[in-house]
Antibody, heavy 122, light 107 residues
Framework: QVQLVQSGAEVKKPGASVKVSCKASGYTFSRNGINWVRQAPGQGLEWMGWITAYNGDTKYAQKFQGRVTMTTDASTGTAYMELRSLRSDDTAVYFC???????????????WGQGTLVTVSS | EIVMTQSPATLSVSPGEGASLSCRASQSVSSDLAWYQQKPGQAPRLLIYGASTRATNIPARFSGSGSGTEFSLTIGSLQSEDFAVYYCQQYNNWPLTFGGGTKVEIK
């Protein structure tokens, strides 16, 4: 079955960077985009951006432009999200989630990774 | 950016009763609307896409309706496992946006 498995929890200091990985299995990795969504403690869901492994195209939420980089490694079927210049309000669970449809376009999400807690604290 | 507004923020319902959740878009998203369920400590799960199509293995007591700017998720006869937070999401245009969520709690 389709599965996304994310890397483990991270603790970072303000100003540092974090890189979260998301390993896909159960489908052809290059056919579906991968989105990153975060959720601060007790808060709602916030879309950060999207990447397609097909050609590396990305779309970032304006809020994260210049601070986030999303990449993929087709050889391992893994997506990465790097967030730089971390602040305390970046403390959140970060989810990777696949585009449900494997054709170009904007789609709903399915399935979701299990989430990675990133804690930013001095 | 399309703003998604969900109401109410919290809905108190007795097991066995039905519930209706609302989601409004600041501009038309056609039928490009999905609903997700999230339980504490878990990732969200897809319930509905295309405003009204149930995802695989989603029980028939979940139904979605609406188009344009007004949408609803109806849960018939709530089961214990249905008490959770529900989010709507538009995928009509970038940036993709979510509503703030509706928490369905036990009355």
């Amino acid at each position: 079955q389709v599965q996304l498995v994310q890397s483990g929890a991270e603790v970072k200091k303000p100003g540092a960077s974090v890189k979260v990985s998301c390993k896909a299995s159960g489908y052809t990795f290059s056919r579906n985009g991968i989105n990153w969504v975060r959720q601060a403690p007790g808060q709602g869901l916030e879309w950060m951006g999207w990447i397609t492994a097909y050609n590396g195209d990305t779309k970032y939420a304006q809020k994260f432009q210049g601070r986030v980089t999303m990449t993929t490694d087709a050889s391992t079927g893994t997506a990465y999200m790097e967030l730089r210049s971390l602040r305390s309000d970046d403390t959140a669970v970060y989810f990777c989630v696949r585009d449900a449809i494997s054709v170009p376009g904007i789609w709903w999400f399915d399935p979701w990774g299990q989430g990675t807690l990133v804690t930013v604290s001095s | 950016e399309i703003v998604m507004t969900q109401s109410p923020a919290t809905l108190s319902v007795s097991p066995g009763e039905g519930a209706s959740l609302s989601c409004r878009a600041s501009q038309s998203v056609s039928s490009d609307l999905a609903w997700y369920q999230q339980k504490p400590g878990q990732a969200p799960r897809l319930l509905i896409y295309g405003a009204s199509t149930r995802a695989t293995n989603i029980p028939a007591r979940f139904s979605g309706s609406g188009s344009g700017t007004e949408f609803s998720l109806t849960i018939g006869s709530l089961q214990s496992e249905d008490f959770a937070v529900y989010y709507c999401q538009q995928y009509n245009n970038w940036p993709l946006t979510f509503g703030g969520g509706t928490k369905v709690e036990i009355k």
